[in-house]
């Protein structure tokens, strides 16, 4: 595998530093949370049922042109409260936006 060009190597790691990881979780109902991510422009990309820790999340990842934001909720008895997870690698203002609404 050859280098990438200095200049390529330059606009990657510029485009790295605007977006940012944050999880939170959300006391909203997913179909709230789907709703704004399609105001947004994310459109809807891949959907599983997984497994972790003895529990069984749905969980369905949304993109845009340059940001990713996963929504997973948990599948089962409701035996207690159970709030979705939102994670999104986005920029500053995406995150701003979702917060709002969790």
Not at 51 to 77: C, L, P, Q, Y
């Amino acid at each position: 595998m050859r280098p990438l060009p200095i200049k390529r190597q330059c606009k990657i790691e510029v485009q790295r530093e605007a977006l940012k990881l944050k999880s939170m979780p959300s006391f909203t109902k997913v179909e709230t949370i789907e709703a704004k991510l399609a105001e947004l422009d994310f459109e809807e990309v891949s959907s599983a049922t997984v497994v972790s820790d003895g529990r069984f999340w749905h969980k369905r990842t949304f993109e845009n042109a340059s940001e990713t934001i996963t929504v997973s909720d948990e599948v089962g008895d409701v035996i207690y409260m159970r709030d979705p997870v939102i994670t999104i690698l986005g920029n500053s203002e995406t995150i701003e936006k979702i917060r709002k609404i969790a």
